[in-house]
């Protein structure tokens, strides 16, 4: 299991758009993944389970992956969240 914080830095924090663009990233991976939010954990593959978080701009998620590609997974999940979703388009 590997784990990784990262702050959301991007003005409307984890919602919509990036929320899907980052679960459809998050759905590339065999792994099992999760988004931490102080005491609440969703799977990253979950557009409700995402939003139901609430992130915004300035927010502390854990990114959190078990499987066979998780490094690659958390590595991933983590500089798309810091390029504030930079390949968005």
Same mark, same amino acid.
């Not at 980052?22 to 988004?35: D, G, L, T």
């Not at 978080?53 to 990114?63: D, M, T």
């Given at each position: 299991m590997v784990s990784n914080n990262v702050t959301v830095q991007n003005s409307v924090g984890l919602h919509a758009r990036p929320a899907t663009f980052? @679960?459809? %990233?998050?759905? /590339?991976?065999?792994?099992?993944?999760?988004?931490e939010k102080e005491d609440r954990?969703?799977?990253?593959?979950?557009?409700?389970?995402v939003l139901s978080?609430? @992130?915004? %701009?300035?927010? /502390?998620?854990?990114?959190i992956a078990d499987g066979s590609d998780?490094?690659?997974?958390v590595k991933t999940l983590v500089e798309l969240i810091e390029s504030n979703f930079a390949e968005q388009g």
């Open positions: 980052f @679960i459809q %990233k998050a759905n /590339e991976f065999k792994s099992s993944i999760w988004v954990r969703v799977n990253a593959k979950s557009l409700l389970g978080l609430g @992130i915004v %701009k300035g927010a /502390e998620i854990s990114i998780e490094e690659e997974a």
